[in-house]
C-alpha cells in the first residue's frame, strides 16, 4: 500500500503544501541518508523521500497478523478517513492562534478575579503614590514617651489590708464557669479572685468556656501556670485545684447562679453571700464583666496582682512567644505590633460598608440577618461616628501620617481578615516588613498550639506585649487588656484610634495632599497615645486604665514639672505648617538600621516586670464608640470580645 503527495501539486493549498515540506525537511533530518528503516513484529515500513521532494511511505505486512494489530490497524485506517474527511490534521491557522494571548481561552468567572486583583493592584500603587517613605513627626520620638519614667506600676497592698482566712476559716467555695475568648476570660478569672476575697471564700481554679464561638477544649492548666497562680496569690485567697471529697460527690447538684453584669461589692454581701454560707458551694456561670469597675482601691490592687503577676502562661506558650519576639528583634531592634479585628461577623454586626460592593452587601447582609433585633444602620452615620473598625489601609495610613517609615516592621495577630489578601495588600504596600506567627515559625513549631485559639491567642498576647509600639483598629478586651499592662509595666507606646475623629477625615482622603492628611491625623491622635494622664484616674475601663496600680516617682516630680510646663508652653504655640513638621525621623531610622546588625535579642528583648508607670486620658477626649457593647450579653455577640 502506498501513500504519496507531491510538493506543490495544487495553488490553493499552499499553506499545507508548506507544512508538509517542514514535515519533509524534518524527515529528511531525522533519516540523514534519505531513508528510515524500523521494524514492528513481523512489519516492515519503508519512508523514502525522493529528489522532487515527493514523499513514500511503503508498509509491508507480514504473513501473519495478529489480532491485536490488525484491530489497531483498523482503527487507524478510520481515523485517516475522518481526517481527509475534515481536513488536514496540521493546520497553518492553528500555529498563529497558539501564539496570540490565551486570556480568551478562560472562563468568565476566572477573568473576572483577575481583572479585579489587577484592579486592585493598581488602586493601591496608585492610593499611596503621595505617601514618602520616611515619616516625621515633631516633636520627639515617636517611639517612646518622654514622661514615662517619672511613674511606674504599684500593686502592693496597703497597711490596711486583712490578713487572708484559711481555707477552714471561709465561707465556702465558689466555681467559675468563664465565657468567651481568652482575654475576656482572663478578666472574668480576675473578678473571681475579687470576688473570693470579699465573700471570704475559696476559690476553685477556674473553668475555661469550651463551648462558646472558639470552641477550644483547653483547661486552664493548659493555658496559665496553675501552681503559680495559686503561689502568686497566697496571701490573698485560698485557691484549690478542685472540691474536697465531701463536697465533690454534689458538684453537679451544686447551686448555678449568674450574677448581673457589673454588680457592686455589696451586692455580692448582700445577695450572694447569705446563699454561700447555707449552701457552702456555689457555681458562678458566664463570669464576665460581673464585678463593677470602680472599687476600693486594695480591691484594684488585688485585681493588678492576679491579672499582671498571677496569671503567667505556661512554660511552653512563654518560651514560643519569647522565641517570636527574639526572631523579630533579629530582624530589627523594634517593632509595631496591630491587633486586627477584621472578621466577617464583626464587620456584619458593625452595620459599616467597607466598598466591597454588591458582594460585600449581599454577603455580610446574609450574616447580619441572624440577629433578628438589629435594626438597619445607616454605613456613612456609622463611619462618622466612629462606629466602624478602621480597615487594615487605614491602620496603616494612620501609622505612616502619625511618623513611622516604610522600614518599619510590623507584626500582625490577626483572625479571619474578611476579602483575604486583597484587604491586607494596601498594609502590606505601606508595610512591606510584614510579619504573622505563621511566617516567623515554622508548621512543626505551632502545631502544639494550632488547634487551639487561646494558646495562639496567648502567643500572640506576649509578642504585642513585647513590641515597642501597639496599636488596634477596634477597641476589644484584648485591647484593653494590652493597654493596661503595657501602662502598667513601662508606658510603652500604646496607639488607641480617635476613631470618630478619624472617620471623616478618611473620607476626605482623596481630596488632600499627604501633608494635610497627616497633619489633621496627628492633631485628633492627641490624647489617644497612651501618654501619662491621659485620663483622670477612676475614669474609663479599669483593666485599660488601672489608675490605681500606677504610681508618681515623687524624687523625679520636679523634673517632670519643668518637663510638663515646656510641653504645654509648646502647644500654646500655633501649630507650623506640616511640611515644616517633619523633623528628624529619617534620621532615626538610619540609626534604626544601624542598631539592627548590633542587636542582640537579650536585655531589651525581654520585658521587665519592674516597677513602671501607667498613663491616662481625659474623659472628654475619650473615644466612647464601644461603650454601646457594654450592656450586651457578649455570649450571644463572641467576636466583639476579643
Not at 9 to 29: D, E, G, H, V, Y
Not at 201 to 214: G, I, Q, Y
Not at 329 to 340: K, P
Not at 521 to 550: L, W
Amino acid at each position: 500500500m502506498f501513500w504519496e503527495r507531491k510538493r506543490g501539486s495544487n495553488p490553493t493549498t499552499a499553506a499545507k503544501n508548506s507544512s508538509t515540506k517542514s514535515i519533509a525537511s524534518l524527515f529528511s533530518w531525522v533519516a540523514g541518508i534519505g531513508q528510515w528503516n524500523w521494524r514492528h513484529g513481523r512489519n516492515r515500513r519503508i519512508l523514502v523521500m525522493a529528489p522532487s521532494g515527493r514523499i513514500q511511505m511503503k508498509i509491508v505486512f507480514g504473513p501473519v497478523l495478529p489480532r491485536m494489530s490488525l484491530l489497531c490497524g483498523s482503527m487507524l485506517m478510520v481515523l485517516g478517513l475522518v481526517s481527509l474527511l475534515i481536513g488536514p490534521v496540521l493546520d497553518v491557522d492553528h500555529f498563529h492562534r497558539l501564539s496570540e494571548p490565551r486570556s480568551h481561552s478562560l472562563p468568565a468567572v476566572r477573568i473576572n478575579q483577575l481583572t479585579e486583583t489587577l484592579q486592585s493592584l493598581r488602586a493601591v500603587q496608585n492610593a499611596f503614590m503621595d505617601v514618602p517613605a520616611l515619616v516625621g513627626i515633631s516633636p520627639g520620638n515617636i517611639w517612646t514617651s518622654k514622661v514615662a519614667k517619672f511613674y511606674y506600676g504599684c500593686s502592693s497592698p496597703t497597711k490596711s489590708y486583712p490578713r487572708r482566712i484559711s481555707e477552714l476559716e471561709s465561707n465556702g467555695y465558689i466555681l467559675i464557669q468563664t465565657s468567651g475568648g481568652l482575654n475576656q476570660q482572663r478578666i472574668g478569672i480576675m473578678d473571681a479572685v475579687v470576688v473570693a476575697r470579699i465573700l471570704n471564700a475559696t476559690l476553685v481554679v477556674p473553668e475555661l468556656d469550651h463551648t462558646s464561638f472558639w470552641e477550644d477544649s483547653s483547661n486552664f492548666s493548659d493555658i496559665f501556670d496553675v501552681d503559680w497562680f495559686i503561689a502568686a496569690l497566697a496571701s490573698d485567697v485560698v485557691i484549690v485545684k478542685e472540691l474536697p471529697r465531701w463536697l465533690k460527690v454534689l458538684e453537679r447538684r451544686l447551686m448555678s447562679m449568674r450574677v448581673p453584669r457589673k454588680s457592686t461589692p455589696e451586692y455580692y454581701r448582700r445577695r450572694v453571700l447569705p446563699i454561700l454560707k447555707r449552701k457552702k458551694a456555689i457555681r458562678f456561670t458566664k463570669f464576665d464583666y460581673r464585678l463593677a469597675n470602680n472599687l476600693d482601691e486594695d480591691l484594684q490592687k488585688l485585681r493588678c496582682r492576679v491579672n499582671y503577676h498571677a496569671l503567667r502562661f505556661t512554660t511552653d506558650i512563654r518560651d514560643m512567644g519569647n522565641t517570636l519576639v527574639g526572631r523579630l528583634r533579629q530582624r530589627s531592634g523594634r517593632y509595631i505590633a496591630l491587633h486586627l479585628r477584621f472578621e466577617p461577623d464583626m464587620l456584619a454586626f458593625s452595620g459599616c460598608y467597607y466598598g466591597g460592593g454588591e458582594k460585600e452587601l449581599r454577603e455580610l447582609g446574609s450574616i447580619r440577618n441572624r440577629w433578628e433585633t438589629l435594626h438597619p444602620r445607616n454605613p456613612e452615620r456609622q463611619l462618622r461616628n466612629g462606629k466602624c473598625p478602621l480597615t487594615p489601609q487605614d491602620v496603616g495610613l494612620m501609622l505612616r501620617a502619625l511618623g513611622f517609615g516604610n522600614n518599619s516592621h510590623l507584626y500582625v495577630a490577626s483572625g479571619e481578615v474578611y476579602g483575604g489578601e486583597q484587604n491586607l495588600a494596601p498594609l502590606k504596600a505601606l508595610f512591606p516588613n510584614f510579619y504573622t506567627k505563621n511566617l516567623l515559625a515554622n508548621n512543626n513549631e505551632l502545631q502544639p498550639f494550632s488547634s487551639y485559639s487561646s494558646r495562639m491567642a496567648a502567643i500572640d498576647y506576649i509578642v504585642c506585649g513585647k513590641s515597642d509600639a501597639f496599636i488596634t483598629n477596634n477597641n476589644g478586651n484584648m485591647a484593653r487588656i494590652l493597654a493596661g499592662h503595657r501602662r502598667y509595666f513601662g508606658h510603652k507606646l500604646t496607639i488607641r484610634p480617635n476613631a470618630k475623629r478619624l472617620g471623616p477625615i478618611f473620607l476626605s482622603r482623596p481630596n488632600m495632599t499627604w501633608s494635610l492628611f497627616s497633619s489633621k491625623v496627628r492633631k485628633v491622635q492627641k490624647g489617644f497615645m497612651g501618654e501619662p494622664d491621659e485620663i483622670r484616674p477612676g475614669r474609663g475601663e479599669f483593666s485599660e486604665y488601672p489608675g490605681a496600680c500606677i504610681c508618681k516617682n515623687l524624687i523625679m516630680d520636679d523634673e517632670l514639672q519643668v518637663l510638663k510646663k515646656q510641653q504645654t508652653s509648646t502647644t500654646g504655640k500655633k501649630e507650623k505648617d506640616s511640611v515644616n513638621e517633619i523633623t528628624e525621623l529619617q534620621v532615626q531610622n538610619e540609626q534604626d538600621d544601624e542598631r539592627n546588625l548590633k542587636y542582640s535579642t537579650t536585655g531589651s528583648g525581654t520585658l521587665q516586670e519592674e516597677n513602671f508607670q501607667v498613663q491616662h486620658t481625659d474623659v472628654e477626649k475619650m473615644d466612647n464608640s464601644s461603650a454601646w457593647i457594654e450592656d450586651l450579653e457578649l455570649e450571644d455577640m463572641p467576636w466583639l470580645s476579643d
